[in-house]
């Protein structure tokens, strides 16, 4: 008994330290769930059709297992086409910046998964998981806002609505309260790591969850589970009968506009089929697929209009929600297709997508979802746009076209014609996203050309051409997934209202902004601390800064929440100090829309949204088990301590009833890493007392320091009386919106005008005030702006508005100035024979009363005496090539001015030939050419490169002359650049001190099997060759033959000096001379002859026979020397002068005619013998030159064979 008394102790040692650790090793093992369609909520469809909801389960080894679902990322899996947050209930608003969309590829932008939590740890940077609010808001930084007179009086409850206390300390109860709850396992699911749910909800009790077992090292789903439950979450029932028993489920879609109806997609490694359902899952229809679903967009009203993007790039529509599709266009840009979505709702059929032509360019088209055909289809925007740069956004197009290494960003609103958007003339934008359109102006954020790690925040006019600065140097960061993120976060609920953080000094601080980002000011403080100590805190040199991340996870907080019916109420985590820390993260609420502010939490915190805000609910970030929560009944005043199961629970989530009431959440979790999903449905309706009357309310005006004017007008809330347990019911928004008199601060500064340190909108040196009226003509007028426009939905009236608004104005005569006149296309090549369109633009003047002369410059001229017969551009055809000095000359009473435009008109360049001599002597001249066809094509740049040289000879003439100081074979290649397009041609040339040729001849019947083309010479070349040596003995080293063009058929054969013979010249001349007797007796005798086919034998025949020293000590020899080479040469260029014009072989297909590019007379204006050269001696004629591109080569056209 004693041994066993002392070893027990020790025992229960060793049973403690290993029950800890292992609650440490497994306790973060919890399933992790992530939204794969929350980009679903970005505005460009206008939409938020439901997809369901993924979370993935971690290994047994705490590793995060998950699979990158297309649709993780914004707008891949799904685009549009997964459940949004108050679709599924969740209790998480979009993040803003998910909004918004990116210019310069323009993309949609996601936030990524949070890392992997490890125990003990806490995550920084985390906060309140908002409420189901489907509103776009952004996230970004800010800057101190100047300061305005206040204006109006306080409200009701204090100082504007402001509570006494309102910034002091939370208060927690001690005692632990009960809140109703049941839970359900997934029995048999334990094995599966991911899961997606959708709760109908809007008076609906059902729920859908699809479970699946992702096999990673296959790389595959292996099995799928669906449930449903009709009772809110009480029980499930498991459908995989109803399915079939082995059918794989990958995906779950959900109509947005009628929630009983269901789609479910069959993993496509198994098969690609939908299952439909009409009664909320209840039963299901099965339809098979003819192509693999990537993502699909729900129509935004028509509930069984859909379209469905597939891995191959080709867009699908259905009428019958995916019982029959059709093909509408193949090529589409990922993510670039969009329903036609404006506030007049004409042309619901209508889509708008980014396609791929052709030749490989990006362009905007638009059709009917029924008839896409090439007849029927729109291209609204004239010319390319740059890959995945189309963004449909409400009243809003919006593309990217880049030129001259610059992006150009183009709007068009209410679907008219296209314009530049306009950014002060030297932001120089690098980047531009799209924040959000939210009442008819765009919010943009740009990072200019000296910022990497910034942007500045701009916002538009109505239409979306004029833009002002709202923010500079607002903080980004890259996503996991590449995505920007701009710290940028807009309140839900009230109007103008952004929080944003902007980097000051390599320090990154909290700004706040009502008026839409006009004013700025750092966020107070909070007077004390969570207990109860003073904070001594005092602005500028102090403030309160906050995180704001959201979550693209409606599952999983981020760092701030907000909510439509709960205006009010911002939760958020952060920190105090001079900037954004993450470290000593605390949680703050602001229960007066961000005036003051109040610390509930020293930890992170997941905060949502109960009953409209009238219930906080707070849920503590970790990775260890939990059992209790904490509820608010006051805006975050006092805090009680609820359990919601008995035994503690690995959280991996949290989903909130549908609806604007949500009473009812469930918490997602498993009590180890090996047990079932659990499912605990809390049930808050116990908790109130009653339904709330008038009585349980009171008066809140919104306001700002206690500036009641916010965004020209007072507006006054109901909110619950805090003392009041009562159940609030549907939100009612504010009670009394009276306008204010407008007053300096209701306006912001006008395009081109920037706001000085006194108060006043001035010009920016680069803007001249004048050129609005620009486009004016005399008798008509325009809008004189005074430096001010008034802040977008400001409802101010009265007041200063008459003062600050822009006055209608006559429009002034001027003298034409600034002429310019450019091609449609912004380029300076046109092809002969097809149209020209000219544009001319004035910066001041006219047009419609001036006097237009242009001349083409071949020739042919017009005049026109108003610009209203040339809207669309002057059109010309140009029939010949050349260069064209185009001139333009606008005049009228006032004065004239006049323009240059010089138009380069091309031919098609199809085919290039290099012509040179088979063989040549050592430092003597050589001359190449350059044939082209057709022979007249335009402004041309030859590039030529010698042997091994690594630097080209460039001139502006296809014809060079040059010499070669080292005996041996040597290549020569020319390169054509004509246009955008670039041809070549390679040769090899033999060069020796001495050679002799001899023409050589065949049998006639050899004429009727030439189809005289470059392969077939080559061949026959190669043929003869093979022959002398057979019938000579000669080496092969010193023959070269090479047969020529045209007919008859006729040959060069060249007698080379052996290689690795003596040097002497009396040797080599003997050596020649030995084999050349030795080839022509061969010949005479008709030894040399070969088959063409069976039966056709072909006799090689002597012409005649030549010397060519290329080098002799002998004076009297070099010059007949150079007669008989150039004899030969000349004799070459004859006979393919006459191959040019020979008959048609019979069963053969002649070479193609030359087409004709005419020559024109031409300005004659370029520099003569422009080249380049190095390491070698080269004299060129004179040419011209002009940029190229797309190299292409043509096919060697052979001369010889050498080997």
Known sequence: MEKVAGWYPAWHVALLYWTWLFLFTFGFTGAEITCRSCHSQVKPQHQHPQQG?????????????????????????GQGAGMDAEDAGLQAPFDPTLSGAKISGWETRTLTREPEKVAGERRPGEAAAPAGDHRRRGRGSGRRRRGRSPRGTAGPGGAAGREPGGSGAARFGLEELRLGSTTFALTGDSAHNQAMVH??????SVILILTKLYDYNLGSITESSLWRSTDYGTTYEKLNDKVGLKTILSYLYVCPTNKRKIMLLTDPEVESSLLISSDEGATYQKYRLNFC?????????????????????????????????????????????????????????????????????????????????????????????????????????????????RPHYYVSYRRNAFTQMKLPKYSLPKDMHVISTDESQVFAAVQEWNQNDTYNLYISDTQGVYFTLALENVKSSQGLEGNVMIDLYEVAGIKGMFLANKKIDNQVKTFITYNKGRDWNLLQAPDTDLRGNPVHCLLPYCSLHLHLKVSENPYTSGNIASRDTAPSIIVASGNI??????????????????????QIFEEEHSVLYLDQGGVLVAIKHTSLPIRHLWLSFDE??????????????????????????????????????????????????????????????????????????????????????????????KYAGAMTSEPCVCTEADFDCDYGYERHSNGQCLPAFWYNPSSLSKDCSVGQSYLNSTGYRKVVSNNCTDGVREQYTAKPQQCPGKAPHGLRIITTDGKLTAEQGHNVTFLVQLEEGDLQRSLIQVDFGDGIAVSYANLSSTEDGIKHIYQNVGIFRVTVLVENSLGSDNAVLYLHVTCPLEH?????????????????????????VGTLTYVWWFGNNTEPLITLEGSITFTFSVEGMNTITVQVSAGNIILQDTKTIAVYEQFQSLRLSFSPNLDDYNPDIPEWRRDISRVVKRALVEATGISSNHILVAVLPGLPTSAELFILPYQDAPAENKRKTENLEQISETLVQKLKQNFVHFDLKPGVRILVHAAHLTAAPLVDPTPSHSGSAMLMLLSVVFVGLAVFVIYKFKRATPGHSPEPKERKCNQGSLDRGLPKGLWITKRFQAKTRSGSISTAAEPQSTKEIPTYVNG
């Open 53 to 77: 909801l993924l979370m993935h389960l971690r290994t047994d080894r705490g590793e995060k297992e998950q699979r990158r679902f297309p649709g993780e990322k914004g707008g891949e899996r």
């Open 199 to 204: 709760w109908s909800g809007h008076n609906s």
């Open 293 to 405: 679903i990537h993502s699909l967009l729900f129509h935004p009203k028509q509930e069984d209009w859909i379209l469905a993007y597939s891995q191959d790039q080709k867009l699908f529509s259905s009428v019958e929600f995916g019982r029959r599709w059709l093909l509408l266009h193949e090529g589409v840009a990922p993510n670039r297709f969009y329903w036609s979505m404006m506030g007049s709702g004409r042309e619901p059929d209508l889509v708008h997508l980014e396609a791929k032509t052709v030749d490989g360019h990006a362009q905007y088209i638009t059709c009917r979802m029924q008839n896409c055909s090439e007849a029927t289809r729109s291209k609204p925007f004239p010319g390319y746009i740059d890959h995945n740069s189309l963004i449909v956004q409400d009243d809003y197009v919006f593309v990217q076209l880049t030129s001259g290494g």
């Open 577 to 598: 100090g001079t900037e954004l820390s993450d470290d000593d993260i605390s949680m703050f609420v602001s229960a007066d829309a961000g005036n003051t502010w109040r």
């Open 636 to 729: 975050g005043k006092s805090w009680s301590k609820y359990s919601f199961t008995s035994l503690p629970l690995f959280v991996d989530g949290v989903l909130g009833e549908p609806g604007e009431e949500t009473l009812i959440m469930t918490v997602f979790g498993h009590f180890s890493h090996r047990s079932e999903w659990q499912l605990v449905k809390i049930d808050y309706k116990s908790i109130f007392d009653r339904r709330c009357a008038e009585e349980d309310y009171r008066p809140w005006q919104l306001h700002s320091q206690g500036e009641a004017c916010i965004m020209g007008a007072k507006r006054i809330y109901r909110k619950r009386k805090s003392e009041k347990k009562c159940m609030q019911g």
């Open 912 to 936: 290039v030939h290099l012509s040179l001599p088979f063989v040549t002597t050592k430092n003597k001249e050589v001359n190449a050419t350059a044939v082209l066809w057709p022979s007249q």
